[in-house]
């Protein structure tokens, strides 16, 4: 089937990790022109963009205000404009912090690095959707912010936050500006990812699908092709608003080994 993507203008954030660069390869596929956008990971970008057609490669800290307006204003100089915005990048914490142990400057950062960086992200896209009136957008949540995560309350209540109240507001904010436009988001669950392939071995598996019905952790590839369903006007022209869980069925998380 025709996803109508072919010569899409499209920004991808994150795209040095493992979801955003498959985001990255999965638009390539479909013919768009793809900017391949990388905070630290500068040499995994640029071997990414060496394997797609006319992808361009733009670094920014997407915490830094400046520094986003920047991204998408290059990419405007490079490409005209901006059609669609795959706002994947994020920071999920390694160490296992109780609430109780939880330090605020941890919080802070862990919240800036997620909910601050999607809404700056957004908010420069949308400058751009104004200026050409029509675009979408495709949000990165997480499991995380629908089920909790314990040890993890600073990431889960921010993607609560980007797959909730800041989705909710976005997709009524775009039609404003783009009668047409669209905002859905992404919820990976447990997924092998740069992220996370140090923190899942065998007895993990076992232990976090326990609440699946598809007893497997998905892949990169899983996630990337829901965000290019939800970006393309073909495959979901009247969904918006809507928060897809890729997670394999995931009805909660396992707080208890029996």
Not at 206 to 221: F, G, N, S, Y
Request: glycine letters at 10%.
């Amino acid at each position: 089937m025709d996803t109508g993507l072919a010569g899409k203008r499209v920004v991808v954030t994150g795209a040095s990790g493992g979801i955003g660069s498959a985001c990255a390869r999965a638009f390539a596929a479909e013919g768009a022109q793809v900017v391949v956008h990388y905070f630290r990971g500068r040499e995994r970008a640029e071997a990414l963009a060496a394997e797609l057609d006319g992808a361009i490669v733009i670094g920014a800290d997407l915490t830094v205000e400046a520094e986003v307006d920047a991204l998408f204003a290059q990419t405007r100089e490079q490409l005209g404009g901006v059609d669609i915005c795959a706002a994947v990048a994020g920071v999920w914490p390694i160490d296992d912090a109780p609430v109780w142990e939880l330090s605020l400057e941890r919080w802070e950062a862990t919240v800036r690095a997620n909910l601050t960086a999607t809404f700056l992200t957004s908010r420069a896209f949308l400058r751009e959707v104004e200026r050409i009136g029509h675009g979408n957008l495709v949000l990165v949540g997480s499991t995380a912010g629908r089920f909790g995560e314990p040890g993890h309350a600073d990431y889960a209540a921010a993607k609560a936050a980007i797959q909730v109240g800041l989705l909710l507001s976005l997709k009524n904010d775009i039609v404003r500006i783009a009668p047409l436009g669209r905002v859905n988001a992404v919820a990976p669950g447990w997924t092998i990812s740069p992220m996370t392939r140090d923190s899942l071995d065998p007895d993990d598996v076992e232990r976090v699908t326990r609440t699946m019905p598809l007893r497997k952790v998905a892949t990169v590839d899983d996630i990337a092709r829901a965000i290019v369903v939800l970006a393309s006007d073909e495959l979901s022209g009247h969904i918006t608003g809507e928060l897809v869980t890729v997670a394999g069925g995931m009805e909660g998380r396992t707080l208890h080994l029996s």
